[in-house]
């Protein structure tokens, strides 16, 4: 049975940090992608941040480029989000995700899901 935990959620000020944790079991991790999506209310899911199999390659929405870090520690199945400097627009609900495909353009969407977490919820304060 696969499973995505994710953790790590809370609420800070503008301008904090948070860093979300993933971790995932009842699938071979290291051999994977996996990503953060994300959903504010009233908006369609979107896609925040990937990391292929080894973490050799990383892909950011431009609106958390430079501010977002995606890391995934093969050893331990978990995959992290350190997120910097946050702005109330950063405020939704944070999904890790199992990818079934990648999106060559860079420009994931939810139809390149397999597997969903419940989501931990993120809220930045002005």
């Known amino acids: 049975q696969v499973q995505l935990v994710e953790s790590g959620g809370g609420l800070v000020q503008a301008g904090g940090s948070l860093r979300l944790s993933c971790t995932v079991s009842g699938l071979p991790f290291s051999s994977v992608g996996l990503g953060w999506f994300r959903q504010a209310p009233g908006k369609e899911r979107e896609f925040v941040s990937v990391s292929s199999q080894h973490g050799y390659d990383t892909w950011y929405h431009s609106s958390v480029k430079g501010r977002f870090t995606i890391s995934r520690d093969n050893a331990k199945n978990t995959l992290n989000l350190q997120m910097n400097d946050l702005k109330p627009e950063d405020t939704a609900m944070y999904y890790c995700?199992?990818?079934?495909?990648?999106?060559?353009?860079?420009?994931?969407?939810?139809?390149?899901?397999?597997?969903w977490g419940q989501g931990t919820q993120v809220t930045v304060s002005s």
């Open positions: 995700a199992k990818l079934s495909t990648y999106s060559l353009s860079g420009n994931f969407t939810t139809s390149n899901v397999r597997y």
